[in-house]
């Protein structure tokens, strides 16, 4: 099992076909940790908001 992420490009050329649809296990967290600064690095930034936009 991989994550959606890594398999939409061999769906799209139907090398991989989704089966077993129903019997998918439940969604796991993710946890980022970083420190609370006032002004986050703009690299930092950048990779949460990449991060927040895959999952959604």
Do not use: C, G
């Not at 398999?7 to 980022?32: D, G, R, S, T, V």
């Amino acid at each position: 099992m991989l994550p959606e992420s890594m398999l939409q490009e061999p769906i799209k050329q139907k090398k991989l076909f989704p089966i077993l649809q129903k019997f998918l296990p439940p969604a796991k967290p993710l946890n980022m940790l970083y420190t609370a600064d006032r002004q986050q690095p703009p690299k930092l930034k950048a990779f949460i908001e990449f991060v927040l936009n895959a999952i959604s």
